[in-house]
């Protein structure tokens, strides 16, 4: 029986990323028949498909709670990967909270929530950005003592808008040595990309979707990898996850940055809609293109 399955997008990306190629032909490849489907299109029959990839769905976090209802819609008729109890947890940073106090090495952060004062950092730089957000969508990067009142400003209209905001120190290392981003399916290592630095002191605000990347291919050192594997142990021990370890996730990408000792801390775990970088392993993408299809044919069937 050839298994549909649809990879769910935004109406702003209706033919995917520049990965969709590549996954829609190793998984014509396998047997499949998928497509692309619109999240936010009342004429999608969800029920339809055997298995529903949440992909380009870039423009969650601008609805997060009708985004949510629809996982549960999708997720009660069809299986949905990742699961609505995963993209819950995922689409509010608050996670980095929970994976901290567990232990595991995470940028340090300081959470503010409506009601709360922001006070400016003793010294340096960092960042301010909203627990909700995507892209580095309502980011920016500061210089304490040359932009205390823009900075301010930023984080009390975060508040003030009701939105939970997250302080952290900008970690230096990223101008030189980048973020490695290693990509994960069906819960094992498949390959890794560096991004080069994203945030400029007291930058332009992002106005499209996402902030453009320079992106290359890299080969994770031992330490990063060991940082990737233990988040992703800790994820069968997170209560709100129903039980789902990293063998139930479709894909998963865990993004790193030197801490200030330059050994790797966590900067973002993406669970709900990461780009996967498959074109960047492989030469043509085809490598990373067939281990991800080959997991979402196992779960489709």
Same mark, same amino acid.
Request: glycine share 8%; with cysteine.
């Given at each position: 029986?050839?298994?549909?399955?649809?990879?769910?997008?935004?109406?702003?990306?209706?033919?995917?990323?520049?990965?969709?190629?590549?996954?829609?032909?190793?998984?014509?490849?396998?047997?499949?028949?998928?497509?692309?489907?619109?999240?936010?299109?009342?004429?999608?029959?969800?029920?339809?498909?055997?298995?529903?990839?949440?992909?380009?769905?870039?423009?969650?976090?601008?609805?997060?709670?009708?985004?949510?209802?629809?996982?549960?819609?999708?997720?009660?008729?069809?299986?949905?990967?990742?699961?609505?109890?995963?993209?819950?947890?995922?689409?509010?940073?608050?996670?980095?909270?929970?994976?901290?106090?567990?232990?595991?090495?995470?940028?340090?952060?300081?959470?503010?929530?409506? *009601?709360?004062?922001?006070?400016?950092?003793?010294? *340096?730089?960092?960042?301010?950005?909203?627990?909700?957000?995507?892209?580095?969508?309502?980011?920016?990067?500061?210089?304490?003592?040359?932009?205390?009142?823009?900075?301010?400003?930023?984080?009390?209209?975060?508040?003030?808008?009701?939105?939970?905001?997250?302080?952290?120190?900008?970690?230096?290392?990223?101008?030189?040595?980048?973020?490695?981003?290693?990509?994960?399916?069906?819960?094992?290592?498949?390959?890794?990309?560096?991004?080069?630095?994203?945030?400029?002191?007291?930058?332009?605000?992002?106005?499209?979707?996402?902030?453009?990347?320079t992106v290359e291919v890299r080969v994770p050192t031992d330490?990063?990898?060991?940082?990737?594997?233990?988040?992703?142990?800790?994820?069968?021990?997170?209560?709100?996850?129903?039980?789902?370890?990293?063998?139930?996730?479709?894909?998963?990408?865990?993004?790193?940055?030197?801490?200030?000792?330059?050994?790797?801390?966590?900067?973002?775990?993406?669970?709900?809609?990461?780009?996967?970088?498959?074109?960047?392993? *492989?030469?043509?993408?085809?490598?990373?293109?067939?281990?991800?299809?080959?997991?979402?044919?196992?779960?489709?069937?």
């Amino acid at each position: 029986m050839t298994a549909r399955i649809a990879l769910a997008t935004a109406a702003a990306f209706p033919d995917l990323d520049d990965d969709g190629s590549v996954l829609l032909s190793a998984l014509e490849s396998r047997g499949a028949q998928p497509e692309p489907a619109v999240w936010t299109d009342p004429r999608v029959d969800w029920a339809s498909y055997d298995l529903v990839v949440v992909r380009c769905t870039w423009d969650y976090h601008e609805r997060r709670e009708e985004f949510l209802a629809w996982a549960d819609r999708v997720g009660s008729r069809t299986r949905l990967v990742n699961s609505p109890a995963v993209l819950r947890w995922n689409t509010h940073k608050g996670y980095l909270r929970e994976l901290a106090e567990a232990g595991l090495p995470v940028v340090d952060t300081t959470w503010l929530e409506p *009601g709360d004062h922001f006070a400016v950092p003793a010294a *340096g730089e960092y960042v301010v950005k909203p627990a909700v957000s995507a892209g580095s969508r309502d980011t920016n990067r500061y210089v304490v003592g040359e932009h205390n009142e823009l900075a301010a400003a930023h984080a009390s209209g975060l508040l003030a808008a009701g939105r939970t905001v997250m302080v952290q120190p900008y970690l230096d290392q990223v101008d030189s040595y980048g973020e490695t981003a290693l990509l994960c399916v069906g819960g094992e290592f498949s390959h890794a990309i560096r991004k080069g630095p994203l945030l400029e002191p007291n930058g332009a605000p992002v106005t499209g979707a996402y902030k453009e990347e320079t992106v290359e291919v890299r080969v994770p050192t031992d330490e990063e990898r060991a940082v990737c594997e233990a988040v992703l142990d800790k994820l069968g021990s997170v209560p709100a996850l129903d039980g789902a370890g990293r063998a139930d996730l479709a894909y998963a990408r865990v993004d790193l940055v030197p801490g200030p000792d330059g050994s790797p801390v966590l900067l973002e775990l993406e669970l709900t809609e990461p780009s996967m970088f498959l074109v960047y392993d *492989g030469g043509d993408g085809s490598a990373a293109a067939g281990r991800f299809a080959d997991v979402l044919v196992a779960q489709a069937s």
